[in-house]
Antibody
């Protein structure tokens, strides 16, 4: 069984960069894809992108110019960076296992974009 | 991108009743790669169904999925108190992956 835990600042200023880390506990890190999904308060789910342990990535075109997902296999961590944030980027950010369906999720972390 | 439209937006039912949730895609979902998730307040989504009709590990058999092409259905045969939640469909046959807007199943 794998467990995922997101961490990072809960408050980011407009125009700055949102940075989150997902730490994966379990023995399946190097054989899986790892994705990020977000959910604005009271709204639905939006797929951000995913990364394979080899470093290959796939991003949502709506965010592609601002997003970067990276991986640190030595720490079992996946990172998300989203630059030039606005209030519209305020959301709960989830990391999840898989690049198709998502069978394991972190608990999510709320990131608020505000001055 | 493939737009998924879920209906109804809200379903008001009593425990023991049958729930039928619909997910319609703007174009055919490749390989019928369609999943369903359940989300309760303050929690992450939980995978119920993948590949249109396969139940995820630990999901009771009162949950069933069906469909193909552009029309998909999630049925909860007899609602239990813990089933009242929001349900999302997701397609993963094409990129970008997309989710429906959700159907809330509430207690009548």
């Amino acid at each position: 069984q794998v467990q995922l835990q997101e961490s990072g600042p809960g408050l980011v200023k407009p125009s700055e960069t949102l940075s989150l880390t997902c730490t994966v506990f379990g023995d399946s890190f190097s054989t899986n894809y790892w994705g990020w999904i977000r959910q604005p308060p009271g709204k639905g789910l939006e797929w951000i992108g995913y990364i394979y342990y080899s470093g290959n990535t796939n991003y949502n075109p709506s965010l592609k110019s601002r997003v970067a997902i990276s991986i640190d296999t030595s720490k079992n961590q996946v990172s998300l960076k989203l630059n030039s944030v606005t209030a519209a980027d305020t959301a709960v950010y989830y990391c999840a296992r898989g690049h198709h369906d998502h069978r394991d999720w972190g608990q999510g972390t709320l990131v608020t974009v505000s001055p | 991108e493939i737009v998924l439209t879920q209906s109804p937006g809200t379903l008001s039912l009593s425990p023991g009743e049958r729930a039928t949730l619909s997910c319609r895609a703007s174009q055919s979902v490749s390989n019928n790669y369609l999943a369903w998730y359940q989300q309760k307040p303050g929690q992450a989504p939980r995978l119920l169904i993948y590949g249109t009709s396969s139940r995820a590990i630990g999901i009771p058999d009162r949950f069933s999925g069906s469909g193909s092409g552009t029309d998909f259905t999630l049925i909860i045969s007899r609602l239990e108190p813990e089933d009242f939640a929001v349900y999302y469909c997701q397609q993963y046959g094409d990129s970008p992956r997309t989710f429906g807007q959700g159907t809330k199943v509430e207690i009548k």
